[in-house]
């Protein structure tokens, strides 16, 4: 299905309480062909204006600004006055500060009507960090829901939200690594408990890749001379685990942090550290929509339980749990 329509940037921002918008975006139009045109009547004509109304224009910016924006001599064209050049260049800094701004804007709107259109599949688009699970969770939603899943880091996707870029945003927060209080309030900032809401997704094991044989059972070890240690970077969106892993089993570091299912699948030694939960952010009023609605039917469901089961070290008991803000960053009172 596809449907046709053209937005217009409106950039009447001379617009308001003492000129309405369409005369103030004539008189932008008549300014514009003024500094170009030999006489006013031309530009009133290429502006698609009357003499009169013109004129009428004109009596509007001087009336606005108390000044006039065109200095009117007999026997000389009509030319813009200083003011006039100003509030021309005025009018461009504001197509150039939101043109492209408004370009992104309405490269969105197909995407937020298509739920409303006769026969459409509701769609959701989650900004989400990395996580082994979202992969399974695209797989089973195709039948029944348009999934789009952009991977960001965490503090990236709650930024989203916050803006109105996506529909909900997925993180994950571990409640025994260092500065984990830290970083809870660090994501608690996008969020407001008046209006947001959290749905506790997975929990999953994270703790220490080792090579086999490495003898590196602890973080402690990683003090020996010689061990090579892989960061994994705080703001990398996806597959900043599954980075870790890679990097341990081609031979490149021999140690880093990442979860159990990635050193399980490339058969490294693990030693768990910390419990992370994930969680999906979203405005308690989307909850009523029919792509939350689409989603939380698939979370529940016993497909997408028993696909979390074969991933060594994730639990889904609780997946798709309606939880406040407070109840579920509980660490962060505690700290």
């Not at 599949?121 to 992969?135: C, G, V």
């Not at 469901?301 to 960053?329: K, T, W």
Request: hydrophobic share 45%.
């Amino acid at each position: 299905m596809h449907t046709s329509y053209t937005v217009e940037f409106d950039h009447a921002w001379l617009g308001g309480r003492d000129l309405p918008r369409e005369r103030g975006r004539a008189l932008l139009r008549l300014l514009a062909e003024l500094a170009q045109a030999d006489s006013l009547r031309a530009a009133a004509q290429r502006s698609g204006l009357s003499y009169r109304s013109a004129w009428g224009a004109l009596a509007d910016g001087a009336r606005l600004f108390g000044a006039p924006l065109v200095d009117m001599q007999r026997g000389r064209r009509a030319r813009l006055s200083a003011l006039g050049v100003r509030v021309l260049a005025a009018d461009e800094r504001v197509r150039n500060a939101l043109g492209a701004h408004f370009e992104r804007l309405r490269a969105e709107i197909p995407a937020f009507l298509a739920d409303a259109l006769p026969g459409a599949r509701p769609r959701l688009t989650i900004h989400a960090s990395h996580d082994l699970a979202l992969a399974e969770l695209g797989a089973l939603c195709r039948a029944t829901l348009d999934l789009e899943v952009v991977f960001r880091g965490a503090d990236d996707c709650l930024a989203s939200l916050a803006r109105g870029e996506c529909d909900m945003a997925g993180f994950h927060v571990a409640d025994a690594l260092p500065r984990a209080a830290a970083a809870a309030a660090a994501l608690g900032r996008w969020l407001d408990p008046r209006k947001h809401t959290l749905l506790h997704f997975v929990t999953r094991e994270q703790g220490l890749i080792a090579r086999p044989g490495s003898r590196i059972r602890g973080v402690h070890d990683l003090a020996r001379p010689g061990v090579r240690f892989i960061h994994r970077q705080s703001r990398s969106a996806d597959g900043d685990e599954r980075s870790v892993a890679d990097a341990v089993a081609a031979g490149r570091a021999d140690a880093g942090f990442g979860l159990r299912a990635d050193a399980t699948r490339h058969k490294l030694a693990f030693t768990p550290l910390a419990t992370e939960r994930y969680f999906f952010a979203g405005a308690k009023a989307a909850l009523r929509g029919a792509a939350l609605k689409a989603l939380l039917e698939t979370l529940k469901g016993p497909a997408f339980a028993a696909r979390v089961a074969r991933l060594p070290g994730y639990d889904a008991s609780h997946c798709g749990r309606r939880e406040a803000l407070d109840a579920a960053l509980t660490w962060v009172k505690q700290a």
